[in-house]
């Protein structure tokens, strides 16, 4: 029988005490006598601010939505310290998004569901949308936070309402839009490793109440956390530039179109600081101690990212018709140290991938208002990948210099044209069956087309001359194609106990794009079809509001059955990493979530976040395509990055300063239990992290009318070390890894005018 972990079993409590106190005085505008609500606070205080969300594509506020969504803001992404997207995650239950890869790719994880593939061509169990546009490309999702209006973060499967299906969840990020008054802003911040941070926004009217536009720029420079001593440099340096221009004109008193051009660039040298770990070679090479690594290439980064969208918002008495028409241009260069020593031993990894995609949604939504309400919407993707990767050892000695390098493979040339056609119809449906009780179904159909045309040139060093690896499977070409249909839904009856409490109940069917594994660890007979992933989610509810709105309690609990799970391993071939994704194991995820927002006075604010994950394959076999032999059981393991509690606590105290503005002291600390890397190989310590906590701490000044602030930060204020990845980088039993460190304790300052 499952034991209840004391968090999931207060969250049930805190849903079964609700529905008993429906009718009880613990809602009332005012706190009968003894009340508990009296040692809350003795006086009036303001409420929380109410948070308007669209994550049902109408405008609600977060409280009245039938879902697991959270909400970031944009002032708190500012006054937080936050520099990327994984530092988002801390008061959102079960996600994450760690940067192992560098700040230009998080790896999302929600409620254990993510991948760890690196694959070009992979498919995000988690959709990633900027101002509702969906973005495929897995390195599209980790640009610059500036001029932002929230962050919404949805858990469980989406596709219903949104215009791509995935099984994890949605993140829809949301800039701030032109308006017809004048306003904005510009920040100049300075921290550790040399960092510099410019940003900015203006925006007002352009021509009268016809047009309004929206220019907003960012930029930062940071030294890397690591220091390569062959060269003498920093390694993991980041530079990011961006920006994004928007354009608001009101055509006629019913029409209205918007049209964002946006661009960014991201450089830097290397990931965020991955070191080897253990013995290496006959030379028996260990790297030095500490953030330090000697690596004989000098790496380099390149992403660019450049992009364009037309939304069109028509009211038609009361129906609302929107069009969403988009183009993303992403290129990702990179050259890397394959093998991460001062050696040339697998040599050096040249990657260049490059996306065009074209993305067209229509929505059509009835009025509001009415008991009956509906939303109708049809989308189409077409995506086109151009991936090379080539990996060559240039000619030397071997490690202790006796006898060459040239062993083997030598040159190995991976390419291959990668194109995606997905289509959509998807609706949603609500009806008031009474004031109080309600209930959503929603329905899809996809229809998705992927083809691939591949080519593989390896070559070996015979007497000085190239010449190919010997055998058919070797070399050459290979081609696939594959059309998939699945459809989806979802469920969910919502009974609103009174104006202060509502409960849900969800159910919902999702569905993940099969693929192509073109991880390709040997040759050819590799490149395989990988089979659409499936969900089935149930889900109980609650959101409210006590104490005349100075706190708010959401908690949630689920399971989910998880079939055909598309999950990656890695293998090492000639001393070469690969991740090959593979499909077919099975697993359950049984979970809790408690988030609570206060303001106990005028002058304090408290956040948490409490999250309970129990994950298990349940059938997990790899085996091996060719002769059909098992070679290796990972049924009960758990799922990747996924721990079993994590804990937040946050507080803001405002100090007035008697009309010379005010000061905000911050804190947050947060714990996160002992998290898989690997959905294999979970008994190597080094590719696990144990649970750690971590604190971060907050000095705001304002001034009288707020136009002018000064925040300090400090950000993992004791310094914890602590891994965001760890990979093999031999064979098992080799004791050769490569791992990840999180940022170390970074402190910094920024100055804000407001206009």
Do not use: C
């Not at 190919?468 to 050459?476: A, E, L, Q, S, Y």
């Amino acid at each position: 029988m499952h034991k209840l972990n004391p968090i999931t079993r207060g969250i049930w409590v805190a849903l079964l005490l609700t529905g008993a106190a429906s009718g009880s005085q613990a809602f009332a505008a005012e706190p009968a006598k003894g009340d508990p609500a009296e040692q809350f606070d003795e006086t009036p205080t303001t409420a929380l601010r109410t948070v308007t969300v669209t994550a049902q594509r109408r405008e609600q506020t977060l409280q009245e939505v039938p879902a697991a969504v959270s909400v970031v803001k944009g002032t708190s992404i500012t006054a937080d310290g936050v520099r990327a997207m994984g530092d988002i995650t801390t008061f959102v239950p079960n996600t994450s998004a760690k940067n192992p890869d560098g700040d230009g790719r998080p790896r999302w994880y929600i409620r254990g569901l993510g991948t760890g593939d690196t694959g070009a061509a992979t498919v995000y169990p988690v959709g990633i949308y900027a101002d509702d546009v969906y973005l495929n490309a897995p390195i599209a999702g980790g640009g610059p936070l500036y001029d932002l209006e929230r962050i919404e973060i949805l858990r469980g499967p989406q596709g219903t309402l949104y215009g791509k299906n995935t099984t994890a969840g949605a993140v829809n990020v949301i800039s701030r839009k032109p308006d017809f008054d004048t306003d904005g802003y510009g920040t100049i911040g300075f921290g550790s490793k040399n960092e510099r941070i410019l940003t900015g926004a203006l925006g007002g009217s352009l021509v009268d109440e016809r047009l309004a536009g929206r220019l907003a720029l960012y930029s930062e420079e940071r030294d890397g956390f690591t220091r390569n001593l062959t060269a003498d440099q920093t390694y993991g340096d980041v530079n990011k530039k961006a920006f994004r221009a928007q354009f608001l004109a009101q055509l006629t008193p019913d029409l209205e179109a918007l049209w964002k051009i946006h661009g960014r660039e991201f450089k830097g040298d290397g990931s965020s600081g991955s070191l080897p770990v253990g013995t290496y070679y006959n030379v028996n090479y260990v790297r030095p101690h500490g953030r330090k690594i000697e690596l004989n290439v000098n790496e380099d980064a390149k992403l660019d990212h450049d992009g364009t969208s037309l939304t069109l918002n028509w009211n038609l008495d009361g129906y609302k018709f929107t069009s969403i028409t988009a183009y993303d241009y992403i290129r990702n260069q990179s050259l890397a140290d394959a093998d991460f020593t001062p050696f040339e031993v697998n040599g050096r990894t040249d990657t260049d991938n490059e996306y065009n995609q074209y993305s067209q949604e229509f929505r059509l939504a009835s009025p509001q208002e009415d008991a009956l309400r509906w939303l109708l919407g049809a989308h189409y993707f077409h995506e086109d990948l151009d991936s090379s990767q080539v990996r060559q050892v240039l000619p030397g000695t071997s490690p202790n210099g006796t006898g060459t390098n040239q062993v083997g493979t030598v040159f190995r040339d991976l390419s291959y044209d990668h194109k995606t056609d997905s289509y959509a119809l998807f609706g949603n449906v609500t009806y008031d069956f009474t004031e109080r009780f309600s209930v959503t179904g929603g329905l899809r159909w996809t229809q998705e087309e992927k083809d691939i045309d591949l080519d593989l040139v390896q070559l070996r060093n015979v007497g000085g001359v190239l010449v190919p690896v010997p055998g058919d499977d070797n070399n050459g070409n290979s081609q696939k194609d594959k059309t998939w249909d699945a459809w989806t839904y979802d469920l969910t009856p919502e009974y609103r106990i009174n104006d202060n409490v509502r409960v849900f109940f969800r159910y919902a069917h999702g569905f993940r794009s099969g693929g192509f594994n073109t991880g390709l660890s040997g040759g050819l007979s590799g490149l395989t079809t990988v089979d659409p992933e499936e969900l089935d989610a149930y889900e109980l509810g609650l959101r409210s509001e006590w104490y005349d709105g100075r706190l708010t309690a959401n908690a949630n609990v689920f399971y989910y059955d998880y079939t055909d799970i598309q999950v990656n391993l890695l293998t090492v071939n000639n001393g070469i990493l690969t991740t090959a994704l593979t499909n077919g194991a099975a697993g359950e995820v049984k979970g809790a979530e408690l988030e609570l927002e206060a303001q106990p006075t005028d002058f304090l604010h408290l956040r948490a976040a409490l999250s309970h994950l129990d994950t298990e394959y349940t059938d997990f076999k790899n085996i091996n395509p060719t002769t059909g032999a098992v070679t290796g059981d990972f049924s009960g393991n758990r799922f990747v990055r996924s721990p079993e509690q994590v804990v937040a606590l946050g507080a803001d105290y405002t100090i007035p300063l008697d009309g010379r503005g005010k000061l905000v002291a911050g804190g947050d600390v947060s714990y996160r239990g002992k998290e898989y890397f690997l959905a294999d190989r979970q008994s190597e310590d080094t590719l696990s992290q144990p649970h750690y906590t971590l604190a971060n701490a907050r000095l705001s000044w304002f001034s009288p009318d707020e136009k002018l602030s000064v925040t300090g930060f400090v950000n993992n204020l004791t310094d914890r070390r602590y891994q965001v990845h760890g990979r093999p980088n031999g064979p098992v039993g080799s004791g050769q890894y490569v791992i990840t460190y999180g940022d170390p304790r970074t402190v910094g300052v920024s100055l804000t005018s407001r206009f």
